[in-house]
């Protein structure tokens, strides 16, 4: 069955190129809106939608006065970091930005206004960004502000974030970490010289504080992580979760850097897991959330494997398969039908630490 579902897409996310050298490149976006059309999947219920740009009261709602104008002001000169070292300050990022966190806050509102059930962002995703600095590639974090606009606007108290970039989703994590919003986040973790693996945070025992203790949700995977493991701790943690909490939207951060192919992460997923975790949060936004499933973009290095995955998860969550079998046949990876026993086993110690830790606090 076909859901109402819109894609958020602006031509100045393309602005968010931080130079040649870059591992980021903003041309996966429009490659991804290119693939859509050229599969057909756009009609009545099936909707491309252009954001407004965010406006600085917009910004407001995730991060300070202070380091919003130190973007504008560092983007305008055209030199320099916003960060430590990751993410150049360059001509037209700040606009870029803008167009992005619009295009979130656009799928959020959609949402609520009741005009569609889901809204995939490819252009968001920011989760590194924090309330005054940017972080990892990430400006704005406008999966943060997403949620701030569904608790501001539209007085949603329960909000679940599922992140399944391969990085931490710190940002994230540290912007909700007092309070009842349940952040759930897989991603790879330790490994290589002192502490590792980007961005070094993400443990089991980071479980929230206060009110918001036992919602903060980390699933460290090992480096190699594959399909079946992957799989194993994804169905055995996030939907007994999301079911006991009920959120009232699903927000999903839906990085594919992830992929066995992506030359940053050293994760070995496939196609094959993101068919099964948008299928299955799309089940659970249905039974719990009446629908109300919000997907962002995130991480993926390798330009052609990005748009090839984004593709198949909104054809996924949409309802969608063109007419063409073969163009579809042509989204998925090969079946790698990895193995390995040792990784296998230490995900599932992961997976049984996650449930000590995290699951009394929900009475699980
Ligand atoms: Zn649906
Ligand atoms: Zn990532």
Same mark, same amino acid.
């Given at each position: 069955?076909?859901?109402?579902?819109?894609?958020?897409?602006?031509?100045?996310?393309?602005?968010?190129?931080?130079?040649?050298?870059?591992?980021?490149?903003?041309?996966?976006?429009?490659? $991804?809106? /290119?693939?859509?059309?050229?599969?057909?999947?756009?009609?009545?219920?099936?909707?491309?939608?252009?954001?407004?740009?965010?406006?600085? /009261?917009?910004?407001?709602?995730?991060?300070?006065? /202070?380091?919003?104008?130190?973007? =504008?002001?560092?983007?305008?000169?055209? +030199?320099?970091?916003?960060?430590?070292?990751? $993410?150049?300050?360059?001509?037209?990022?700040?606009?870029?930005?803008?167009?992005?966190?619009?295009?979130?806050?656009?799928?959020?509102?959609?949402?609520?206004?009741?005009?569609? /059930?889901?809204?995939?962002?490819?252009?968001?995703?920011?989760?590194?960004?924090?309330?005054?600095?940017?972080?990892?590639?990430?400006?704005?974090?406008?999966?943060?502000?997403?949620?701030?606009?569904?608790?501001?606007?539209?007085?949603?108290?329960?909000?679940?974030?599922?992140?399944?970039?391969?990085?931490?989703?710190?940002?994230?994590?540290?912007?909700?970490?007092?309070?009842?919003?349940? $952040?759930?986040?897989?991603?790879?973790?330790?490994?290589?010289?002192?502490?590792?693996?980007?961005?070094?945070?993400?443990?089991?025992?980071?479980?929230?504080?206060?009110?918001?203790?036992?919602?903060?949700?980390?699933?460290?995977?090992?480096?190699?992580?594959?399909?079946?493991?992957? =799989?194993?701790?994804?169905?055995?943690?996030?939907?007994?979760?999301?079911?006991?909490?009920?959120?009232?939207?699903?927000?999903? =951060?839906?990085?594919?850097?992830?992929?066995?192919?992506?030359?940053?992460?050293?994760?070995?997923?496939? $196609?094959?897991?993101?068919?099964?975790?948008?299928?299955?949060?799309?089940?659970?936004?249905?039974?719990?959330?009446?629908?109300?499933?919000?997907?962002?973009?995130?991480?993926?290095?390798?330009? +052609?494997?990005?748009?090839?995955?984004?593709?198949?998860?909104?054809?996924?969550?949409?309802?969608?398969?063109?007419?063409? +079998?073969?163009?579809?046949?042509?989204?998925?990876?090969?079946?790698?039908?990895?193995?390995?026993?040792?990784?296998?086993?230490?995900?599932?110690?992961?997976?049984?630490?996650?449930?000590?830790?995290?699951?009394?606090?929900?009475?699980?």
């Amino acid at each position: 069955m076909t859901c109402k579902t819109a894609l958020l897409y602006h031509e100045d996310y393309l602005r968010y190129d931080f130079g040649a050298g870059h591992p980021l490149k903003p041309k996966r976006y429009k490659d $991804t809106f /290119e693939l859509l059309k050229r599969l057909g999947v756009f009609d009545e219920n099936v909707r491309h939608y252009t954001p407004n740009h965010a406006t600085v /009261e917009e910004l407001r709602l995730g991060h300070t006065e /202070e380091y919003i104008h130190m973007v =504008q002001k560092k983007c305008k000169a055209d +030199s320099g970091y916003l960060d430590y070292g990751d $993410t150049p300050a360059r001509k037209g990022i700040y606009e870029a930005s803008c167009a992005k966190v619009g295009g979130s806050i656009l799928g959020a509102e959609l949402i609520m206004n009741g005009e569609v /059930e889901h809204a995939f962002n490819v252009g968001g995703g920011f989760h590194h960004a924090r309330e005054g600095s940017a972080a990892g590639f990430c400006v704005f974090n406008d999966v943060v502000i997403a949620a701030r606009y569904l608790q501001k606007k539209h007085g949603v108290k329960r909000i679940a974030i599922v992140d399944v970039d391969g990085h931490h989703g710190d940002g994230t994590q540290i912007a909700f970490y007092n309070e009842p919003i349940l $952040t759930i986040s897989l991603h790879r973790y330790g490994g290589g010289v002192l502490g590792g693996f980007y961005p070094g945070t993400g443990t089991v025992d980071e479980i929230g504080e206060g009110k918001g203790k036992g919602y903060s949700v980390n699933v460290p995977l090992p480096m190699g992580t594959f399909d079946e493991a992957y =799989q194993e701790a994804f169905r055995e943690i996030v939907p007994p979760l999301i079911e006991k909490y009920q959120p009232e939207v699903l927000l999903n =951060q839906f990085g594919v850097d992830t992929h066995y192919q992506d030359p940053l992460v050293g994760l070995s997923l496939t $196609t094959k897991s993101y068919l099964e975790v948008s299928s299955a949060l799309h089940r659970l936004a249905h039974e719990f959330s009446d629908g109300k499933y919000l997907i962002f973009g995130g991480g993926g290095y390798e330009p +052609s494997n990005v748009s090839r995955c984004w593709a198949l998860i909104f054809m996924t969550i949409a309802g969608v398969k063109p007419k063409n +079998s073969e163009a579809y046949r042509r989204l998925l990876d090969p079946d790698l039908k990895m193995q390995n026993p040792q990784i296998h086993k230490q995900v599932q110690e992961v997976i049984k630490d996650v449930k000590r830790t995290i699951f009394p606090h929900h009475g699980l």
